[in-house]
């Protein structure tokens, strides 16, 4: 127990001593060549910029990560039903699953002008952001997980339909349908351009 505390703490400590060095490198090239505070200013003004406006900040904070939550959450919702349709058609999955894959490359930065431009400034937009931003690796990643289930178990499920549902909770154990929508929520949350992509290009044709 000791030593397991001792770990993370000496985890936290490391990340913390880097954070406060590379301020401490900021703080020295600004003062040293004399950059001016509007072009770059030191961490020491940034810290009391936001600590002057904490309230702006944190309103900000709370209505950026509202639409954004939201707009995780359609992507899961939507994101899941078109999983479902693309495991149970490969006729469909062999044609629309590329194109998720080639708009997971999208960088949200080449649409975002064009969003603004369509939908105006808003809490909308940013929903649609999040949205755009989550889908695709949901997609792909919850295809996966469900196109994975071994065919052996669903036939045994099918003969044995007073096993239905306890086999379906260990076809989802066994198969890693629960390991991939996981993992697809927690790249949704953040990455726009998922580390997936290329083995999934590499698993498309067997797909």
Not at 17 to 41: D, N, Q, T, Y
Not at 58 to 65: D, H, I, P, R, V
Not at 77 to 96: C, D, E, H, M, N
Request: with cysteine.
């Amino acid at each position: 127990m000791k030593k397991a505390i001792l770990a993370w703490c000496f985890q936290y400590a490391a990340a913390i001593g880097v954070m406060f060095l590379l301020a401490a490198i900021w703080h020295a090239l600004v003062v040293l060549r004399g950059i001016e505070p509007i072009i770059l200013p030191t961490p020491l003004r940034v810290l009391e910029a936001a600590i002057r406006e904490r309230e702006t900040l944190f309103k900000g904070f709370l209505a950026t990560g509202m639409a954004a939550s939201l707009g995780l959450t359609l992507s899961i919702a939507l994101g899941s039903l078109i999983a479902i349709v693309f495991s149970q058609s490969k006729t469909l999955r062999s044609a629309f699953y590329p194109y998720v894959l080639f708009l997971q490359t999208v960088p949200i930065v080449a649409i975002a002008p064009l969003l603004i431009t369509w939908c105006g400034y808003g809490a909308h937009t940013v929903v649609l952001v999040a949205a755009i931003i989550s889908i695709f690796p949901i997609v792909s990643n919850v295809t996966a997980g469900l196109i994975s289930v071994d065919e052996n178990l669903l036939r045994s499920r099918n003969g044995h339909d007073h096993l239905a549902e306890p086999l379906s909770h260990r076809c989802v154990d066994r198969c890693g349908i629960r390991q991939h929508t996981t993992r697809s929520c927690h790249v949704g949350c953040g990455e726009s351009r998922n580390p997936s992509i290329t083995p999934a290009l590499d698993r498309w044709p067997e797909l």
